[in-house]
């Protein structure tokens, strides 16, 4: 139980371009969900943590404007970089927390190459 | 504010040898969990364990084994005769029930040479 996806798992853009990356819990619902970016030989930092149906709570640092998060079902949260630059290149992994559960299951990670 | 510190970046150990890897954590919260995650190179993060402030045993699971010492603010974890699919980068992390919020260590790089 407690699986969550991310699609893709790869991606390239051209720098100015979009894209969006999908966090879906296969198994459970998922009231809150984390955005977490890694560079590489890093460690994980929190970008932004969606409830569902509520905007985004973003972290200190984190443009609002540029990753653009979305949480419109129990099961889906979004991800989408706007406008994307070299250095948007990274690793996005995302968590979930299922309702009464106060663990987060992590995603296998998307990993985001702008050229 | 909470902080987790790995002090030890990149470690290597020849087969079946023990590695110790470090965690030093800060916080204000009086509960609080601790975790250590597994990433292998695939990327994707392996939970190993969750521990919680009130706990203080010490677990061992197969070759895996834990030291949570509250009075130093560790949790410290122990690999026994390491394998080279030990290697990977391990993290060390500290969640607050206030909200939930994970806080991870900068990682320890093990790599295992057989």
């Known amino acids: 139980g407690a699986v969550v996806s991310q699609h893709p798992s790869r991606v390239i853009c051209k720098s100015g371009t979009s894209v969006k990356i999908e966090c879906r819990s296969l198994?459970?619902?998922?009231?809150?969900m984390f955005w977490y970016r890694q560079f590489p030989k890093q460690s994980l930092m929190l970008m932004a943590t969606?409830?569902?149906?509520?905007?985004?709570?973003?972290e200190q640092g984190v443009e609002k404007d540029k990753f653009l998060i979305n949480h419109a079902s129990l099961t889906l949260s979004t991800l989408t970089v706007t406008s994307a630059h070299p250095e948007d290149s990274s690793f996005y992994i995302c968590?979930?927390?299922?309702?009464?559960?106060?663990?987060?299951?992590f995603g296998p990670g998307t990993r985001l190459t702008v050229t | 504010a909470q902080k987790v510190t790995q002090a030890q970046t990149e470690i290597s150990v020849v087969e079946k040898e023990d590695v110790t890897l470090d965690c030093v954590y800060e916080?204000?919260?009086?509960?609080?969990?601790l975790f250590w995650y597994k990433q292998p190179p695939s990327g994707e993060l392996v939970f190993l364990i969750r521990?919680?402030?009130?706990?203080?045993q010490n677990e061992i699971s197969g070759r895996y084994s834990w030291n949570f010492q509250k009075s130093t603010s560790s949790f410290n974890f122990t690999i026994t005769a390491s394998q080279v699919v030990d290697s990977a980068v391990y993290f060390c992390?500290?969640?607050?029930?206030?909200?939930?919020?994970?806080?991870f260590g900068k990682g320890n790089q093990v790599v295992v040479i057989p």
């Open positions: 916080t204000r919260d009086t509960t609080y969990y």
């Open positions: 968590s979930a927390r299922g309702t009464g559960d106060y663990e987060q299951y």
């Open positions: 992390a500290l969640r607050s029930p206030r909200d939930n919020r994970l806080a």
């Open positions: 198994d459970f619902q998922a009231t809150t």
């Open positions: 969606s409830n569902e149906g509520s905007k985004a709570t973003y």
């Open positions: 521990r919680n402030s009130f706990d203080e």
